[in-house]
């Protein structure tokens, strides 16, 4: 996990040793400042899938609609040092499984009459690096989803690549039952499917 205290202590000996020396302490927080830098990304392009099974087959349900958004703040050498302002929505009724029948009663259990989008907003994040372009963000706060909205941590990979976007992949379990969905049935109620469904997510971001 990062951490930013070296630089702050830095900073904080910096200015109590300069302090008849404004000239310098301009000039060194100038460095300071511009040695890293908050940016926001939102999503230029994504794809979702929403993963299940039932007593028939296994089933995923797809939608390319969503909106993401994140500041990120990047050092002078490119690297993401930490992620805040984490915010994701989609409309639940933009998955689709190619079976109407199906996206009926997915929308059903998914309450989408009254709670027409699925959202998630992060109170905080936290960032691992995995190597020199790869990182690993761990975030913590609400996921809403049929109106029900629950503490949730999702961890994503994040890769930033060489035109600065940033690529941002990962998953979530979610229970059904956890968010008062009742799991779908079809065929008068002979296919049944399972509580537990697999969100993903892969999404390219830009400044």
Same mark, same amino acid.
């Given at each position: 996990?990062?951490?930013?205290?070296?630089?702050?202590?830095? %900073?904080?000996?910096?200015? /109590?040793?300069?302090?008849?020396?404004?000239?310098?302490?301009?000039?060194?927080?100038?460095?300071?400042?511009?040695?890293?830098?908050?940016?926001?990304?939102?999503? /230029?392009? %994504?794809?979702?899938?929403?993963?299940?099974? $039932?007593?028939?087959?296994?089933? &995923? %349900? =797809?939608?390319?609609?969503?909106?993401?958004?994140?500041?990120?703040?990047?050092?002078?050498?490119?690297?993401?040092?930490?992620?805040?302002?984490? $915010?994701?929505?989609?409309?639940?009724? $933009?998955?689709?499984?190619?079976? !109407?029948?199906?996206?009926?009663?997915?929308?059903?259990?998914?309450?989408? &009459?009254?709670?027409? #989008?699925?959202? *998630?907003?992060?109170?905080?994040?936290?960032?691992?690096?995995? !190597?020199?372009?790869?990182?690993?963000?761990?975030?913590?706060?609400?996921?809403?989803?049929?109106?029900?909205?629950?503490?949730?941590?999702?961890?994503?990979?994040? =890769?930033?690549?060489? +035109? /600065?976007?940033?690529?941002?992949?990962?998953?979530?379990?979610?229970? #059904?039952?956890? *968010? $008062? #969905?009742?799991?779908?049935? *079809? #065929?008068?109620?002979?296919? =049944?499917?399972?509580? &537990?469904?697999?969100? /993903? *997510? +892969? %999404?390219?971001?830009? =400044?």
């Amino acid at each position: 996990m990062l951490n930013i205290t070296p630089k702050t202590n830095f %900073m904080n000996k910096l200015l /109590k040793f300069n302090f008849k020396k404004p000239g310098l302490i301009a000039f060194s927080l100038i460095l300071f400042i511009g040695a890293s830098a908050q940016v926001k990304y939102i999503s /230029k392009s %994504m794809a979702l899938t929403v993963s299940g099974t $039932s007593t028939l087959h296994d089933w &995923d %349900m =797809k939608s390319a609609i969503g909106n993401f958004e994140g500041n990120f703040t990047l050092n002078a050498a490119g690297a993401i040092t930490a992620v805040n302002g984490l $915010s994701f929505t989609t409309k639940a009724e $933009s998955l689709k499984s190619g079976h !109407d029948a199906m996206d009926k009663n997915a929308y059903k259990a998914l309450k989408s &009459d009254k709670n027409a #989008m699925i959202t *998630f907003t992060s109170n905080t994040a936290t960032v691992t690096n995995l !190597d020199a372009s790869d990182y690993s963000v761990k975030s913590t706060g609400k996921l809403t989803i049929a109106g029900t909205t629950l503490d949730a941590e999702i961890v994503a990979t994040c =890769k930033v690549n060489a +035109d /600065k976007s940033i690529t941002v992949m990962g998953s979530k379990k979610i229970s #059904m039952k956890e *968010f $008062s #969905m009742a799991p779908p049935t *079809f #065929m008068m109620g002979t296919i =049944k499917t399972g509580n &537990d469904v697999t969100l /993903k *997510f +892969d %999404m390219k971001l830009t =400044k």
